[in-house]
C-alpha cells in the first residue's frame, strides 16, 4: 500500500465528519510532508502534539490538543488513510471537538457584531427622525415601543425563574396591562402632560381585576403588575411631556441654518434640543463604557451585572459629560457650562441605573434577553433600558432646575 499524508494547507471540512480527503506522496507513512511555500504563510500558532496511528485498522490521524491555522481555516483532526468513510462523532475527543468549533464561534462573533452595528445604526437614524418629528410621530412611536417592552416585562415576570419564588398575575391581566401602558403616552400628549388620573385609574381597576379573579389573589401578584405599569406606561410619558416643551431655544448657527423644508428654526425648542442631549449623552455613556470596559475594565461594578466594571462605568460618565457640553455649546442651550455638565451627569446616572435595574429583572428570570425582536441586540427592553428613568430625571431637571428653561 503506498504510503499516506495529510496535508495541512488548505483543507476546509464539516466540523465532526470528513468529507474530502486530501493525500500526497510522502517519503514516509508516519511523518506528513508539507509543500513547499514560496512566501510565509500567515499561520497563528498554538501549542499541539501531533499523534499518527498507522497500527489502527482504519489508519486515523488525531490532533489531541491545539491545532495550526492559516487564514482562520480548520485544521482537519480526523482523516481515514484507506477510504472516504465518515468518521463517526462517537470517535471524536472533546479536545477534537473544540479545535473544529474554534473557527465557528469567531465567526459567530464576528457576526453578530455586524448585525448588532447594522441594526443599532438603523434604529438610530429612525429614531432620530422621529424626535424632530415630534407630536404624534413621536408619541405613536412610543406607544409601540412601550406595549413592546410591556408584554416582554410580564414575560419575564411569568419565566420560570421569578415564577418559582411568586404567583405571576393572570395572562388576561398581562395583557391588559400591556395595552393600558401603550396608551399612557397617547393620553400624556392628548390632555397636555395631565397623566395622574389616567394612571390612578388604571391602577385601580387592575387591583379590582386582581382582587376578582378565580382562586386566591396574591400580593406579589398586585405587587409586580403596579410596578410593570409604573415601570412600562408612567416612566416613558415623561419623554412625551419633555420633547413636548415648547419655549424656543437660543438662536445659534446651526439653528439658523437649518431648512425651512424640515421646519425651520420653529421646531427647535427646548424640548427638541433636550431630548435630542439626553439621547445622544445615554448612547455615548453605552458606548464608552463599553469600550472602556474591554481596554480597562479589571474591577467589577456589581454582582448584578457582573460584565460592567469601575473602569467602565467612569469612561461612560466622561463621554456622557462631553457629549452633553458639546452639544451644548452647538444648540447653545444649557446657557451655562455648568448646566451642561450636570445634565450630563444626571443622564449618565439615569441609564446607567436604568440599565442594572432591567439586568437585576433578567437576573431573576434567569435569561440573558429580554426577546429576540432585534437582531444582535435582543428584546425592546434590552435597548431602552437606559432611557426609562432618565426621561424623568431630564425633565425633572428641565422643568424644575434650570431658570427658565436653561435660557
Known amino acids: 500500500m503506498a504510503p499516506q499524508a495529510v496535508e495541512f494547507n488548505r483543507i476546509a471540512l464539516a466540523p465532526l465528519s470528513v468529507t474530502s ?10 511523518r506528513p510532508i508539507f509543500p513547499k511555500l514560496t512566501s510565509p ?4 500558532k498554538f501549542r499541539f502534539n501531533l499523534e499518527l496511528n498507522s497500527d489502527s485498522p482504519r489508519r486515523i490521524y488525531r490532533i489531541p490538543s491545539g491545532g495550526m491555522f492559516k487564514n482562520r ?5 480526523a482523516v481515514a488513510a484507506e477510504q472516504p468513510e465518515r468518521i463517526d462523532d462517537s470517535e471524536l475527543t472533546n479536545e477534537e471537538v473544540k479545535i473544529g468549533g474554534l473557527d465557528s464561534e469567531e465567526q459567530q462573533k464576528s457576526s453578530q457584531l455586524k448585525k448588532r452595528v447594522i441594526f443599532g445604526l438603523g434604529i438610530g437614524i429612525s429614531v432620530g427622525g422621529v424626535v424632530l418629528a415630534g407630536q404624534w410621530v413621536f408619541t405613536v412611536a412610543l406607544s409601540a415601543a412601550v406595549f413592546v417592552g410591556a408584554r416582554e416585562y410580564f414575560e419575564l415576570v411569568r419565566s420560570r425563574g421569578i415564577a418559582s419564588g411568586m404567583t405571576p398575575p393572570p395572562r388576561y391581566v398581562s395583557r391588559a396591562c400591556s395595552v393600558i401602558c401603550s396608551l399612557m403616552p397617547v393620553l400624556t400628549l392628548y390632555f397636555g402632560g395631565n397623566i395622574d388620573v389616567s394612571v390612578t385609574s388604571a391602577s385601580f381597576f387592575v387591583s379590582m381585576a386582581l382582587l376578582l379573579q378565580r382562586g386566591n389573589p396574591r400580593f406579589a401578584q398586585l405587587s409586580s403588575t403596579m410596578f410593570g405599569l409604573f415601570y412600562c406606561g408612567y416612566l416613558p410619558c415623561f419623554w412625551v411631556k419633555l420633547r413636548c416643551l415648547a419655549v424656543p ?3 445659534s448657527r446651526f439653528v439658523a441654518s437649518w431648512p425651512i423644508l424640515l421646519g425651520g428654526q420653529t421646531i427647535w425648542t427646548v424640548g427638541l434640543v433636550a431630548t435630542l442631549i439626553s439621547f445622544s449623552s445615554i448612547i455615548a455613556a453605552d458606548t464608552f463604557a463599553f469600550v472602556g470596559g474591554k481596554a480597562f475594565g479589571r474591577t467589577p461594578l456589581t454582582s448584578v451585572s457582573p460584565k460592567k466594571t469601575w473602569e467602565g462605568a467612569l469612561a461612560g460618565l466622561c463621554g456622557c459629560i462631553a457629549t452633553s457640553v458639546l452639544l451644548a455649546k452647538i444648540m447653545c442651550w444649557p446657557s451655562s457650562l455648568s448646566s451642561a455638565v450636570a445634565f450630563g451627569i444626571l443622564n449618565f446616572f439615569g441609564s446607567l441605573f436604568g440599565d442594572l435595574i432591567e439586568s437585576m429583572i ?3 428570570a434567569g435569561v440573558k434577553d429580554s426577546g429576540s425582536l432585534i437582531p444582535g441586540h435582543g428584546g425592546i427592553l434590552d435597548r431602552v433600558d437606559s432611557y426609562i ?16 428653561y436653561g435660557v
Not at 480527503?21 to 508516519?30: A, D, E, K, P, V
Not at 428613568?389 to 427658565?404: D, H, M, N, R
Open 362 to 364: 433578567k437576573r431573576d
Open 21 to 30: 480527503l486530501c493525500s500526497c506522496r510522502s517519503n514516509s507513512g508516519r
Open 389 to 404: 428613568f432618565t426621561g424623568a430625571l431630564a425633565y425633572s431637571f428641565v422643568k424644575k432646575f434650570l431658570p427658565l
Open 73 to 77: 481555516r480548520r485544521v482537519i483532526s
Open 41 to 44: 504563510p500567515n499561520f497563528q
Open 249 to 251: 431655544a437660543l438662536n
